[in-house]
């Protein structure tokens, strides 16, 4: 068995115990917060590479990365 179907297997089993909105919330939370921590470690590792530095964090701040969307593909 792959650790991606080690992983879920947990999953399911943990999602199996959430009897609530709050639960659900909760487990929300904890996922995000697990995954915002291994981000920010791959920006540690980038950073102390020196792959990125202070002027190419300053460059995302200053880029629009929003995802182009044209009225006339969507309309019906």
């Known amino acids: 068995m792959s650790y991606s179907q080690m992983a879920q297997l947990?999953?399911?089993?943990a999602l199996n115990s959430?009897?609530?909105e709050?639960?659900?919330?909760?487990?929300?939370?904890?996922?995000?917060?697990y995954f915002a921590l291994k981000a920010q470690k791959a920006i540690d590792k980038?950073?102390?590479e020196g792959v990125i530095n202070e002027?190419?964090?300053?460059?995302?701040g200053e880029e629009h990365m929003r995802?182009?969307?044209g009225y006339e593909a969507h309309r019906s």
């Open 10 to 13: 947990e999953l399911l089993n």
């Open 22 to 33: 709050a639960e659900l919330n909760e487990f929300k939370s904890v996922l995000a917060h």
């Open 18 to 20: 959430i009897n609530s």
């Open 46 to 48: 980038l950073w102390d």
């Open 67 to 69: 995802t182009p969307y």
């Open 55 to 60: 002027e190419t964090i300053e460059q995302w």
